[in-house]
């Protein structure tokens, strides 16, 4: 089935370490994005990419490095420069319909 | 101001119909889209409308828009207690502009 598939669901890093978050896409889509979610918030995006080896800084993209070698794939990492990392993140891809994987939640211990 | 607004809560009965508001800014958007979210997961995609079109009715979710207005409205007949969820909002011409979300409480 086609679909986007974020990993791992559940992450735990200690302060100072850099974690790389996973987003793959078997849809075809150009476009991909990452988005972050805090309580009560709505969704921030963090990176976009629009084609291959091509990506841009979204609102919040301070402390966050993304990569987009191969067209099913944007790693999103969280380096140990992103203040409050703990939140929850959420990939999208896009060819006009925007749909999301089921995210993944960074808890900084 | 936030490009895109939604009312925060909305509380309803078990059977009675729902109805989620949403205003946007930028009259460019393409698409502009209805998500739900429930506890711990990603969004799911409900439903979207073109900005040529003014409704679009897939079973129970109707989607109206007004481009004079630049207001977006969701509405879920015969609400269900499983329809309990954040609801989002998105406009999107390149890149997707979420709101805030409006948290849907279905109580019997």
């Known amino acids: 089935d086609g679909g986007i598939t974020q990993s791992p669901k559940y992450l735990f890093r200690k302060e100072g370490q850099n974690v790389t978050l996973s987003c793959e896409q078997n849809l075809n889509h150009d476009a991909m994005y990452w988005y972050r979610q805090d309580p009560g918030q709505g969704l921030r995006l963090i990176y976009y990419s629009q084609i291959v080896n091509d990506f841009q800084k979204g609102d919040i993209a301070e402390g966050y490095s993304v990569s987009r070698e191969k067209k099913e794939s944007f790693p999103l990492t969280v380096t140990s420069a992103q203040k409050n990392p703990t939140a929850f993140y959420l990939c999208?891809?896009?060819?006009?319909?925007?749909?999301f994987g089921e995210g993944s939640r960074l808890t900084v211990l | 101001g936030e490009d895109v607004e939604q009312s925060l809560f909305l509380s309803v009965r078990e059977g009675d119909s729902s109805v989620i508001n949403c205003t946007y800014t930028?009259?460019?958007?393409?698409?502009l889209y209805w998500y739900k979210q429930e506890p711990g997961a990603g969004l799911q995609l409900l439903t979207y409308i073109f900005s040529n079109m003014d409704m679009k009715q897939d079973q129970r979710l109707t989607v109206l828009l007004n481009k004079k207005d630049k207001h977006l409205s969701l509405r879920i007949a015969d609400t269900q207690t499983g329809d309990s969820a954040i609801y989002f909002c998105?406009?999107?011409?390149?890149?997707?502009?979420f709101g805030r979300g409006t948290s849907l409480i279905v109580h019997p």
């Open positions: 998105a406009e999107s011409l390149l890149i997707p502009t």
């Open positions: 999208a891809s896009s060819a006009g319909e925007l749909f």
């Open positions: 930028d009259s460019s958007s393409t698409y």
